[in-house]
């Protein structure tokens, strides 16, 4: 029975929150996002195409405006690189994301560097940073 | 005296490395690169427009073609923010990066997150994530 109830390791759960980062994205739901991430006026984001965002109540509200004007988002993460130190923490993964408006939709591939950190034994987001891989012209995508 | 002789704060050390790194850049000289970097098989870098590199030959590698096929580069940039937790530190800044190969030269900004790791009181970057901002077609952009 012990390995059932082995511990996680650091990287398991930063990959946990790493998922549920992404599941939040395609919930729609502003307390789903609230819940990975730690709430500070330091905290940034670069959604793809955008400039960045710093600090969490500007960074809540870009994910109420996206949210508002999205119909449907799917995210298929591939390969998620993770690596800890001490209470920091950084995931690399490349999602394909197909995000629908009531313009239509578009599916495009980002690479994403997430940054996460530990307090009271709890990780969250502090960074997202998106970059749009090329391929697809900037415009067609979000925003 | 004493003012000037005060320690530098973690996050003017990283700062410090930071401006190394671009300082690098501008060098061609892949010694100078390989001086600001940690030598490991999980460092990472995405170059903007190309595919997330894995692992310091390969990124050694990288900056040898790039270095090779470049006659000037020149950085300048603006508002560095900078992140300091144990050991991993963070600074996000927006370059804009001017570049001149045979071909002719080209102007792109660019969303750059860097993470350091700090070891034996040295910090070094360990992950160089560069977003092109759209405005620019991407194809002229370096690559």
Same mark, same amino acid.
């Given at each position: 029975m012990g390995a059932a109830y082995r511990l996680k390791t650091d990287e398991e759960e930063v990959l946990g929150v790493n998922r549920a980062f992404f599941q939040a994205l395609e919930s729609l739901d502003v307390e789903q996002m609230e819940a990975v991430w730690w709430h500070e006026d330091w905290v940034q984001? &670069?959604? $793809? =195409?955008? !400039?960045?965002? #710093? =600090?969490?109540? !500007?960074?809540?509200?870009?994910? #109420?405006?996206?949210?508002?004007?999205?119909v449907r988002m799917r995210v298929a993460i591939s390969h998620p690189f993770v690596h800890v130190v001490g209470d920091a923490a950084w995931v690399s993964c490349r999602p394909e994301i197909t995000y629908t408006s009531k313009e239509g939709f578009t599916t495009a591939a980002i690479? #994403? &560097? *997430?940054?996460?950190?530990?307090? *009271? =034994? +709890?990780?969250?987001?502090?960074?997202?940073? /998106? +970059?749009?891989?090329? /391929? @697809? $012209?900037?415009? !067609?995508? #979000? @925003?």
């Open positions: 984001i &670069l959604h $793809p =195409g955008w !400039e960045l965002i #710093v =600090g969490w109540d !500007e960074i809540r509200e870009s994910w #109420v405006d996206i949210f508002r004007s999205t690479d #994403v &560097l *997430n940054i996460f950190v530990r307090r *009271n =034994g +709890a990780w969250r987001i502090v960074h997202h940073h /998106a +970059a749009l891989v090329p /391929a @697809q $012209p900037v415009s !067609e995508v #979000v @925003q």
